[in-house]
């Protein structure tokens, strides 16, 4: 309990894994909490200061399993391993305990075993640091080595990690407290670690990545701000403690611009659904509609790029032209993908090796990602210089340009056996005939083995006993097992068999010989393994020589994934090239929906493409596009696909339309959905204000917004106004490009007193009473929302169906809220129908030609009687 105590004190804020023979162990309060995460049970061993210390375990070969539930449940856990054998303990006496260590402290940003991770998803661990007016982001995927600094401004720091997508967040307690820390932090979904500031000191940083990269400077990385040094302080620090005073296995950093990436701000990117549904899963996202990827490298790559996308026009066509070559030769883009298919996770499986948690499979993951990055590339032939990036991939993948890797992935084929076990220590990796000393050692095991079946047949013919087992178990070592009633043909021989162990069930012996034999096969077997280990090892630390260059082949192996991944999508969805220049048009023709399209594909239906015209300047279309139409039109639907056909021709892919001229955008806002924050003390409507006040704040002449339904959620003349002044606000201060969404009607006049605007509606007609959708986008204004026909579509009960009938036609005829309230009870329409059939009986039973002056008068007072009480 003091050697528990102590590793306890050194991790108080994590859960603390115990390691005691096959079992990790848990005490105190990380017990109980342990116990209620995980549903195991909670049990008492011992005293503490006169108190029952309360325990919990899980089996050490499930321990990824409760790892994975424990990082879930937001813990942070320090695994505390046994680094000797008991045997080595005791020759420093008998009483020596084992001596154990925290190996690493696993948090949710530094995660590298495969079984804890999305193999299709990257886990980045980011810090976040400010000086003087300045902010900066350092982020690293742990699991793959990949190192990046940005410098940016605090209120782009929320756009940055909404991008990214951290698993967990560096901050010292006074940055995370500054208003765009809180406000990034609290959009980013990752978990806040708060480290001292001292740990945030730029100069620090600064130093430890010189250790760190072996160099004299960081100027050959890049000119890194102090913002940037103090955010890498932060992460090389913290990556330094969780890996138990390791250093950190990480690529040199890479310092990216302040620019050349779309800004997208995390309320958008949750309306567009990007990478993620509403639902929080991948499916209904536009990434699992488009990703063709076979690779774990290629999806991550792919996810990367959508949540990234570019402003410069030469890198995005650069990505087209990729595509482009691979959409023209179908068969060496299936040849490719069929190569690619064969290839592990490259980046991953060195980086567990390099961090000395890998396994046997890691080896084969590098042999099959080299073999398969070659036979890829050579399917590559005939590129030259039609397409830049494609050559370069395939240049780093093949290994006729890397004889090391090549030797290294040679020796590795030679090498592995076909049936891997998880860890190296369990043995049997290495074919046979591949290491002369390891041979012998298996001979002489495996020989030894043999005499012993030998042996088992003397023993059983000596004493009579057909029925006699040689078996072995870690007390007596190889030993004979016979019945009692057996026994006693060996007893009358205990001049050659040894009496060892009596039990309820059998009577064990043994021989000299069979105890001279049984230490042989112990030192042969013992031999075998640590001659394994020592190749594992050799292997290991070629793989770590050749860091960069494996880096280097991982990433030009998603690269290609991603070019084909990205043509076979595009040749499925008749995808086009779109055309991308600096104006500030977006022009599209037949454009639609990925996402929308791929469910009703999916259920045997069509998508009913549209055209879009925009363009900043209106010249060849209006700046501000006001959409009107009935609920379920598809208002929602031509709002969103616009948004995505930017994202997805600046992240490099083609769009599903028949032409797209799009000018490039360098922020996207998107107010479409509803939502609240009530944790935070935000109703719907305030939230809406919240993300339309920073769009009307932060949209410039090139960015792209699209709206829906601005102003609901409060009284109609107030949501009107507010509408109303947002787009005025739009088309003459912003001067975006934008497509607004309205229920309002009396907007509709903007488009003739804003010289860029124009109406567009959704087409709906009204068939035997019923209303049919078209969800064709038509020029003008609608005539009406159809509101009540939706309604009905849904589900309203008759009545209630009926009396909104009956109150739209009283406002629409301006009678006035009064005299709708008044005297109209919910089911007053069957009252009515009654009222009005007395009048047409009295009427009935007029004769015109039979009546006074005066009985005519009376009739008239009458009828207008009966009107009164129907009214």
């Known amino acids: 309990m003091a050697q528990y105590l102590k590793a306890k004190a050194e991790h108080p804020d994590a859960l603390l894994l115990f390691r005691m023979g096959d079992f990790f162990e848990l005490f105190f309060e990380d017990a109980e909490q342990a116990a209620a995460a995980l549903g195991i049970t909670l049990t008492r061993r011992g005293q503490h200061q006169g108190d029952d210390i309360p325990m919990a375990g899980v089996p050490s070969r499930q321990v990824d399993l409760y790892l994975a539930k424990l990082i879930r449940a937001g813990f942070k856990v320090a695994v505390c391993e046994q680094m000797e054998d008991p045997a080595e303990a005791k020759k420093r006496g008998a009483k020596s305990i084992v001596r154990r260590e925290v190996v690493r402290v696993v948090t949710p940003g530094t995660l590298t075993e495969e079984s804890l991770l999305d193999a299709r998803a990257g886990n980045r661990l980011a810090a976040i640091a400010f000086a003087g007016d300045g902010a900066a982001l350092a982020w690293a995927d742990v699991s793959t080595g990949a190192f990046e600094t940005r410098a940016l401004s605090g209120e782009a720091l929320a756009d940055e990690l909404a991008a990214l997508r951290p698993a967990e967040v560096l901050a010292t307690d006074a940055d995370s407290a500054r208003p765009p820390a809180q406000s990034a932090l609290s959009g980013s979904g990752a978990v806040l670690t708060l480290r001292p500031a001292a740990k945030a000191d730029p100069a620090f940083g600064e130093q430890r990545a010189r250790a760190i990269f072996a160099v004299a400077g960081l100027d050959a990385f890049g000119d890194f701000t102090q913002a940037e040094r103090a955010a890498m302080a932060l992460l090389l620090d913290y990556v330094e403690l969780t890996q138990a005073g390791l250093a950190p296995r990480l690529a040199p950093p890479r310092r990216a611009g302040a620019s050349g990436v779309m800004a997208i701000d995390p309320a958008t990117r949750a309306a567009l659904e990007i990478d993620r549904s509403t639902r929080g899963t991948r499916e209904g996202s536009l990434l699992a509609a488009i990703d063709r990827t076979v690779t774990a490298g290629g999806a991550r790559l792919l996810g990367e790029r959508l949540a990234r996308p570019l402003t410069d026009v030469g890198r995005i066509r650069a990505r087209h032209d990729s595509i482009a070559f691979l959409l023209d030769a179908p068969e060496r883009r299936a040849a490719i993908q069929q190569e690619l298919r064969a290839g592990g996770d490259l980046a991953r499986a060195a980086q567990r090796l390099a961090l000395g948690r890998g396994g046997p499979r890691d080896l084969a993951a590098i042999r099959d990602g080299l073999v398969a990055g070659d036979r890829a590339a050579a399917r590559c032939g005939g590129l030259h210089a039609v397409c830049a990036e494609l050559e370069a991939a395939c240049a780093a993948l093949s290994l006729a340009h890397a004889p090391e890797l090549a030797a290294l992935a040679q020796d590795l084929s030679r090498a592995l056996s076909g049936d891997l076990p998880i860890l190296a220590r369990d043995g049997g990796f290495i074919a046979v005939g591949f290491d002369v000393a390891l041979d012998e050692h298996r001979s002489l095991r495996d020989d030894s083995r043999r005499v012993i079946a030998r042996l088992q047949a003397d023993y059983a013919a000596a004493t009579g006993v057909a029925a006699l087992k040689l078996k072995h178990n870690a007390v007596l070592g190889y030993h004979i097992e016979v019945t009692g009633k057996q026994a006693e043909a060996l007893f009358s021989a205990a001049e050659r068999f040894i009496h060892r162990q009596t039990t309820a069930n059998a009577v064990r012996f043994t021989t000299a010989e069979l105890s001279e034999l049984d230490a042989r096969i112990a030192r042969a077997g013992d031999a075998a393994l640590a001659r394994e280990m020592a190749l594992f090892r050799e292997f290991s630390d070629r793989i770590g020589a050749q860091a960069t260059s494996l880096r280097a082949a991982a990433d030009a192996l998603a690269t290609l994934d991603v070019a084909a991944s990205m043509a076979s999508w595009a040749d499925e969805a008749q995808a086009v090239r779109p055309e991308l220049d600096d104006s500030v048009a977006l022009i599209s023709d037949g454009a639609r929906h990925p996402v929308v399209e791929r469910a009703l594909r999916a259920g045997g239906g069509g998508f009913t493409p549209n055209d879009i015209r925009l363009d900043g300047d209106g010249q060849t279309g209006p700046r501000l596009l006001l959409v009107t139409g009935p609920n379920m039109a598809g208002k929602s639907t031509y709002l969103r ?167 739209l036609a009283r406002l629409e005829a301006g009678r006035g809220r009064a005299d709708i309230d008044a005297p109209l009870p919910l089911f007053a329409d069957q009252a009515n129908a009654a009222m009005a059939s007395a009048v047409e009986e009295a009427l009935a039973a007029v004769d015109p030609d039979a009546l006074s002056p005066r009985e005519a008068l009376e009739a008239l007072y009458r009828l207008k009687g009966l009107m009164g009480r129907a009214d």
């Not at 995505?644 to 490099?652: S, T, V």
């Not at 068939?767 to 026909?789: C, M, N």
Request: proline share 3%.
């Open 641 to 807: 696909q616009t948004a995505l056909l930017a994202i997805l021709a600046q992240a490099g892919g083609y769009v599903p339309a028949r032409r797209l001229k799009l000018g490039v955008v360098d922020r996207l806002f998107a107010r479409v959905g509803a939502s609240d924050d009530l944790a935070r003390g935000r109703s719907t409507f305030m939230m809406e204000m919240i993300e339309t006040a920073a769009i009307l704040n932060q949209a410039g002449p090139r960015a792209l917004v699209v709206l829906d339904e601005i102003g609901r959620g409060t009284a109609t003349f107030d949501g009107l106004a507010i509408a109303w002044a947002t787009a005025e606000h739009l088309h003459d201060v912003n001067r975006s490009r934008a497509i607004f969404a309205t229920h309002y009607h009396e907007l509709t006049v903007l488009a003739d007193r804003l010289d860029a605007t124009a109406n567009a509606h959704l087409r709906a007609k009204e068939w035997k009473g019923d209303l049919v959708f078209l969800h064709e986008v038509a020029p003008g204004a609608a005539d009406r929302s159809y509101g009540i026909q939706v309604g009905k579509l849904a589900g309203l009960p008759k009545p209630a169906v009926d009396r909104a009938r009956a109150v």
